[in-house]
């Protein structure tokens, strides 16, 4: 089991830049893909961003693709979203999720944070 915890979240203008970070315990960390999702007001959650164990793998969904960037430092635990460019369509409620592999479906993770706030203003 793994314990997941997101930060870097906040109010930004369009056009700036955020970088969401997701903890996670346990000596199995870098067994796991991670994911991340985003969920608006009155919106089902969506895919954003997965990564699998390694790092060695990357995918994106095509509204965040050239915008933002996964990376991931199994040293220290922890699984980064770089966001840049961002607009205000980008503004939910990010989580970060731990599963078997780097898949789209949220069905497919079976450990979450509990999420971090990214608000952009026009």
């Known amino acids: 089991q793994v314990q997941l915890v997101e930060s870097g979240g906040g109010l930004v203008q369009a056009g700036g830049s955020l970088r969401l970070s997701c903890a996670g315990s346990?000596?199995?960390?870098?067994?796991?893909?991670m994911g991340w999702f985003r969920q608006a007001p009155g919106k089902e959650r969506e895919f954003v961003a997965t990564?699998?164990?390694?790092?060695?793998?990357?995918y994106y969904a095509g509204s965040v693709k050239g915008r933002f960037t996964c990376s991931r430092d199994n040293a220290k635990n922890t699984v980064y979203l770089q966001m840049n460019s961002l607009k205000p369509e980008d503004t939910a409620i990010y989580y970060c999720?731990?599963?078997?592999?780097?898949?789209?479906?949220?069905?497919?993770?079976?450990?979450w944070g509990q999420g971090t706030q990214v608000t952009v203003s026009p």
């Open positions: 999720a731990a599963g078997p592999r780097p898949l789209t479906a949220t069905s497919q993770y079976a450990f």
């Open positions: 346990g000596r199995t960390f870098s067994t796991y893909a």
């Open positions: 990564i699998s164990g390694s790092g060695v793998f990357t």
